[in-house]
């Protein structure tokens, strides 16, 4: 199974300014029909996630432009320009190259 | 609006049954696969299993596999998880989540809790 690990675990903000986080995959999430299936999704307390970037860097609709992703081969990043208040929650990575699909432990972002 | 209801839940004995349903709305049942993905509580997120548009393919995690089967029927826009032989630590919430042609998981039902315990 491909283990994807979230660094950090946790990561206080400030309103207004950037947030980063990465996440690795064990295995290269090899390209097949040119594109790496990588997602980012985003947990707000109480609430189901929510898809935020599919295929390592499309914003899915809806998504503010403030989030963006980006990566290739097992190293991948989701970021945050500015973070708002409503940004709080986890935030998770998650592979479907192959099965079984497979989650990071997840991120908590929270406002200092 | 394109949605996905959960249903089901409850709270069963170790070694005990349960299914859950999943109504679809709001969009081309028929088109899609569906994936059940669980949360247990406090933790993070784990795939559970995936079933093709047309229910020509499954896939389990291997935690679940040879005691839960997903299926579905597509005129009746219902996607069903079949949970036997339940064990304390299937304790979780269960989303029903489409997927998407670019293989996203797009849409996420809100979730209907099982507690395993005895």
């Known amino acids: 199974d491909i283990v994807m690990t979230q660094t950090p675990l946790s990561s206080p903000v400030t309103l207004g300014q950037p947030a980063s986080i990465s996440c690795r995959s064990s295995e290269s999430l090899v390209p097949s029909d040119g594109n790496i299936y990588l997602s980012w999704l985003q947990q707000r307390p109480g609430q189901p996630p929510r898809l935020l970037i599919y295929k390592t860097s499309q914003r899915f609709s809806g998504v503010p432009d403030r989030f963006s992703g980006s990566g290739a081969g097992t190293d991948f990043t989701l970021k945050i320009s500015r973070v708002e208040a409503e940004d709080v929650g986890v935030y998770y990575c998650m592979q479907l190259t192959q099965f079984p699909h497979t989650f990071g432990q997840g991120t908590k972002l929270e406002i200092k | 609006q394109v949605q996905l209801v959960e249903s089901g839940g409850g709270v069963v004995q170790p070694g005990r049954s349960l299914r859950l349903s999943c109504a679809a709305s709001g969009f081309t049942f028929s088109s899609h696969g569906i994936h059940w993905v669980r949360q247990a509580p406090g933790k993070g997120l784990e795939w559970v299993a995936v079933?093709?548009?047309?229910?020509?393919?499954?896939y389990y995690a291997d935690s679940v596999k040879g005691r839960f089967t997903i299926s579905r029927d597509n005129p009746k826009n219902t996607l069903w998880l079949q949970m036997n032989s339940l064990r304390v630590e299937d304790t979780a919430v269960y989303y029903c989540?489409?997927?998407?042609?670019?293989?996203?998981?797009?849409?996420w039902g809100q979730g209907t809790t099982v507690t395993v315990s005895s």
């Open positions: 079933i093709w548009y047309d229910g020509s393919n499954k």
């Open positions: 989540v489409r997927w998407a042609d670019n293989r996203a998981m797009d849409v």
